[in-house]
């Protein structure tokens, strides 16, 4: 099983709607999430961070954790084009010292 | 402005020839990491440090070498390149390990 895992995609949503993106990860020890959106040939740029004791909201953008089913998403409320990027999910690993990567969602929000 | 600067930007070389990709940052972070991002394989981890003086290798560090005698700087070498390392390169810092990471803009490294 890989350490941080999400759907590749492409996931295509409507302008306006609600993009939700998922990640689930197998180390149920993990404190931390990170979020990072990484547009076309640039680097990645953290967008939300969460801990273990609970969800976050932040503009647009909300993180939820399921601890007992081990998975982590990411939801945009009233998707915009410019939110088309494949989305990262970023999970420490403890006793590894390393920050492990999910393959990345890559999504479009359509006009 | 806080920033992790790599350099250089582009840099097409071939076979066999030392090259050296430079990484600073001024945000004063303790953890420093190096990242390649290839189509399909994600990023993958090629070597990190937790401080001064203090390197481990991550999940693909064959073919390269890194060295931290400042705090600021984590350059990585290619000491012999091949084509099986062109890849898009990130290095990345932290507060610490478990930290949100910064990355710098990114090193698009081509070896014919």
């Known amino acids: 099983q890989k350490e941080v895992e999400q759907n590749s995609g492409p996931l295509s949503v409507p302008e306006g709607a609600i993009a939700s993106l998922n990640c689930t990860y197998s180390?149920?020890?993990?404190?931390?999430f990170f979020w990072y959106r990484q547009y076309s040939g640039k680097s990645p740029e953290l967008i939300m961070f969460?801990?273990?004791?609970g969800d976050k909201e932040d503009g647009r953008f909300t993180a939820q954790l399921n601890k007992a089913s081990q998975y982590v998403s990411l939801l945009i409320r009233d998707s915009q084009p410019s939110d088309s990027a494949t989305y990262l999910c970023?999970?420490?690993?403890?006793?590894?010292?390393?920050?492990?990567f999910g393959q990345g969602t890559r999504l479009t929000i359509n006009p | 402005e806080a920033q992790v600067t790599q350099n250089p930007r582009y840099l097409i070389t071939v076979t066999g020839k030392k090259l050296t990709v430079t990484c600073s940052q001024n945000?004063?972070?303790?953890?420093m990491s190096w990242y390649r991002q290839d189509p399909g394989l994600g990023l993958r981890q090629i070597y990190y440090?937790?401080?001064?003086?203090?390197?481990d290798k991550g999940d693909v560090p064959e073919g390269y070498k890194v060295s931290r005698k400042e705090k600021r700087n984590f350059p990585l070498i290619l000491e012999s390149p091949s084509p099986n390392q062109t890849s898009l390169y990130f290095c990345?810092?932290?507060?610490?390990?478990?930290?949100?990471?910064?990355f710098g803009n990114g090193t698009r490294l081509t070896v014919t």
């Open positions: 945000m004063n972070h303790e953890y």
């Open positions: 180390d149920r020890g993990s404190q931390s």
């Open positions: 969460i801990y273990s004791n």
């Open positions: 990345a810092s932290s507060l610490g390990w478990g930290s949100p990471l910064h």
């Open positions: 440090s937790m401080n001064v003086e203090v390197t």
């Open positions: 970023a999970v420490p690993i403890q006793g590894a010292q390393k920050l492990v």
